[in-house]
Nanobody, 114 residues
Framework: VQLQASGGGLVQAGGSLRLSCAAS????????LAWHRQAPGKQREFVAF???????NYAESAKGRFTISRDNAKNTVDLQMNSLKPEDTAVYYC?????????WGQGTQVTVSS
């Protein structure tokens, strides 16, 4: 399984970014997916989850601002992030859950300036 994340960058507070993660080497439509993040000096934390059936779950910090979605035809999972805050600054990782095992992408940096 390989995961390639993209879409990170520098944005001002209140702005938006859309992260995308492309997966290969798996039966994507049957897998659950998630986004996690790790801010400098902090532990990695959960951001959003989408099941194989497209049910979603969000961290409290992401609710109402972030939207996770998947495209099974393209084997991609996206994270639309709106109303970004400086505290959203982190490296964002996509995670694919396949047969009970987690596979992590390499991460993409998101920096939100105040």
């Amino acid at each position: 399984v390989q995961l390639q994340a993209s879409g990170g960058g520098l944005v001002q507070a209140g702005g938006s970014l859309r992260l995308s993660c492309a997966a290969s080497g798996t039966t994507f439509s049957r897998d659950a997916l998630a986004w996690h993040r790790q801010a400098p000096g902090k532990q990695r934390e959960f951001v959003a989850f989408i099941s194989a059936g497209s049910s979603t779950n969000y961290a409290e910090s992401a609710k109402g601002r972030f939207t996770i979605s998947r495209d099974n035809a393209k084997n991609t999972v996206d994270l639309q992030m709106n109303s970004l805050k400086p505290e959203d600054t982190a490296v964002y990782y996509c995670v694919l859950i396949h047969l009970g095992r987690d596979y992590w992408g390499q991460g993409t940096q998101v920096t939100v300036s105040s």
